[in-house]
């Protein structure tokens, strides 16, 4: 049976089903049709590149048999171009709601088999309805894109679709978590998108983020490169922290989006999902006894304190490999969810720099606009120092990171292992920011600087004149550790709440945050801050 409205253009129009039965009928062949797709040779081509169809992706991301599609007969009124004898259904882009883990999330996910996923007035309004409907719900939003960028033959109608998603990216913005799953490339200002969106997904090979292509760049700077090169996922994952999590398959990638949408709450009015565990919260960390030197020049992995830490060692770590010296990951203690920002010391001594401020300072405002509570794990010796840093800004960038933290609402405990100097400590959460709770190994030191540093510049002067300059130095280093740098110092001062045993670690921050979990502050009335840029 040929349905009325495919009729090839110029040929006889097949008579409508006179009853019911027929005209369901019908309707079943229609809706078979533009689930398969234009064709077996397009489905093939898309496979050909290592790529799922729509449809495939949002049968991994969604649970089974939950979606429920939004304008599937939806078809483009554009005239000119060869456009108007090509009107396939859903116009590029398949729309719709379901399930992840027995939760509503909207979705929407473009068809590169139709128009190379180009984005047209009618694929643009498909989308606006979508997001709109999140943003109304209260859901989640995932977008799977694998799209050409604006539809050529639309011109400026096509731009001002795309005008249309930054606008609802950034109304639904701290609203409902936006998760962009890069799959296909994505150029010019269509990458602006998943920009505005709080976690963004790439697939290594397959996708591709940038604002001008490798031609353009090469025609204007003279400058040869891959569009991997210029855009690839490890590119956007490890020097520009763009993507915040990237994958070799497709598989993999869309089943690590559900367990990122496990750790979120539907909104900004609800708490994160808690589910049982069998970790028990009073279980001992005796190995953090030896996992962290008491010399503050050795190195450790951070990633070994939070697995001792968190429910059975389990955690997402988020940019993983961007601004590698901090450490942002989204866990759970007594199976709820928390977010938790570390130093590493692994990687530049876990200085705080330009980029670490950036990433840590996002992640704070992340959890802060989803209702999950903060855990800050301090082990850091500074700003990392040189010309590099002053003239990249180094000021502002590090104040993105306080005051993102001087803004949080949400529960906040601060936790100091080991070195806490200067404007660092200050920045990463300190009591005198806003910390709810402020605790302390006994290998803590909070100083303005290193005791090397402070002596040299206090001392300086019987340093010069003592006979042996290096004796003194080294006298006058132990006298300032003893006096402003012994672990109890903040302790007597109220800086910290207490200076506990690493062992009852889990157990102290299983507690404190259970006492915050109904922890209630307002902020003062405006209508927004004016963050430091």
């Known amino acids: 049976m040929t349905v009325l409205h495919d009729a090839p253009v110029g040929e006889e129009i097949p008579a409508i089903p006179a009853d019911a039965r027929g005209r369901v009928a019908e309707l079943h062949e229609l809706r078979e049709r533009v689930r398969r797709g234009p064709s077996e040779k397009a489905t093939e081509a898309q496979h050909a590149k290592g790529k799922l169809t729509a449809r495939e992706r949002i049968d991994l991301l969604l649970d089974e048999d939950s979606f429920h599609e939004v304008e599937p007969l939806r078809r483009h009124r554009a005239q000119g171009f060869g456009l108007e004898a090509k009107k396939p259904h859903t116009d590029g882009v398949v729309v719709g709601w379901g399930t992840v883990h027995g939760r509503t999330v909207f979705v929407y996910a473009h068809d590169f088999r139709i128009f190379g996923g180009a984005l047209g007035e009618a694929h643009a309004q498909k989308i606006h309805k979508i997001m709109d409907m999140a943003i109304a719900a209260g859901a989640p939003l995932v977008s799977l894109n694998d799209g050409a960028g604006a539809r050529i033959q639309e011109g400026v109608t096509a731009l001002a679709g795309y005008g249309g998603i930054f606008q609802r990216n950034t109304k639904a913005s701290g609203v409902i978590p936006q998760i962009s799953v890069m799959l296909g490339p994505c150029a010019g200002g269509a990458a602006y998108s998943p920009a505005l969106t709080d976690f963004v997904f790439m697939v290594r090979e397959t996708s591709q983020m940038f604002i001008t292509g490798p031609d353009v760049v ?12 210029l855009g690839g996922a490890d590119v956007h994952s490890s020097v520009s922290g763009v993507s915040h999590f990237v994958y070799d398959d497709e598989q993999s990638c869309i089943e690590e989006v559900r367990y990122l949408l496990s750790l979120l709450p539907q909104n900004n009015r609800e708490m994160p999902p808690a589910s049982a565990t069998d970790d028990p919260v009073e279980r001992r960390n005796e190995s953090l006894l030896d996992l962290v030197p008491a010399d503050g020049n050795r190195p450790y992995d951070m990633r070994k304190v939070i697995e ?3 429910d059975h060692g389990e955690y997402l770590e988020i940019h ?12 759970r203690i007594d199976g709820h969810v928390v977010g938790l920002i570390a130093n590493q010391p692994q990687s530049l001594a876990g200085v705080l720099d330009i980029n670490a401020s950036e990433k840590a300072a996002r992640f704070v405002q992340m959890c802060d606009a989803f209702n999950i509570p903060i855990v800050t794990l301090l082990d850091v010796p500074g700003f990392l120092p040189g010309v590099d840093q002053e003239h990249g800004g180094i000021i502002r960038h590090g104040a993105k990171l306080l005051y993102a933290y001087c803004n949080a609402t949400v529960p906040r405990i601060s936790l100091i292992l080991r070195k806490a100097y200067g404007g660092a400590y200050i920045v990463m959460d300190s009591r005198s920011i806003g910390a709810d709770l402020s605790f302390a190994w006994p290998t803590n030191e909070i100083a303005v600087m290193g005791a090397e540093g402070a002596a040299n510049v206090i001392f300086r002067r019987d340093i010069a004149a003592a006979e042996d300059p290096e004796a003194m130095r080294a006298q006058k280093i132990k006298e300032y550790k003893n006096e402003l740098m012994h672990p109890y110092y903040a302790a007597e001062r109220g800086l910290v709440d ?32 004016n963050p430091p840029m």
Do not use: F, Y
């Open 308 to 310: 001792e830490v968190v």
């Open 498 to 529: 207490d200076v506990i045993d690493p062992a009852e670690t889990r157990q102290v921050l299983a507690a404190s945050l259970a006492m915050l979990r109904t922890k209630h502050a307002d902020l003062p009335s405006r209508k927004h801050g």
């Open 218 to 229: 090469q025609a204007v700077t003279g400058e040869k490169i891959t569009q991997n090169g």
């Open 320 to 331: 993983e490999r961007w601004a590698t010296n901090v450490i942002v990951a989204l866990a």
